[in-house]
Nanobody, 123 residues
Framework: VQLQASGGGLVQAGDSLRLSCAASGRTFSTSGMGWFRQAPGKEREFVAAISYSGRTTDYADSVKGRFTISRDNTKNTVYLQMNSLKPEDTAVYYC?????????????????WGQGTLVTVSS
């Protein structure tokens, strides 16, 4: 599956953004999906994940209650709704497809990555 992320931009603290990740390929609806982010000088970290059906989700503690991951298998798209953004959310955000059906938070479980979209949150 090939992934194309979009929706990043420059916003102020407290604002919202919605990231989208469009997938091509037949395996999208049978793959768990995830969002990760990488800030300058830091390692890539888990943000959110969703199972193939969308029934199960998981979030990093730092974004719980503010971010929501969802997917539309009819559109081959996964979303990340980000509310109450903070300057520490500034990073390049990547979507990724997992080898399995279920939720995963482990980078090595993901086999296909989008190109990343930059989110910058000013204070």
């Amino acid at each position: 599956v090939q992934l194309q992320a979009s929706g990043g931009g420059l916003v102020q603290a407290g604002d919202s953004l919605r990231l989208s990740c469009a997938a091509s390929g037949r395996t999208f609806s049978t793959s768990g999906m995830g969002w990760f982010r990488q800030a300058p000088g830091k390692e890539r970290e888990f943000v959110a994940a969703i199972s193939y059906s969308g029934r199960t989700t998981d979030y990093a503690d730092s974004v719980k209650g503010r971010f929501t991951i969802s997917r539309d298998n009819t559109k081959n798209t996964v979303y990340l709704q980000m509310n109450s953004l903070k300057p520490e959310d500034t990073a390049v955000y990547y979507c990724a497809a997992a080898r399995g059906l279920l939720v995963s938070t482990i980078i090595s479980d993901f086999f296909s990555w989008g190109q990343g979209t930059l989110v910058t949150v000013s204070s």
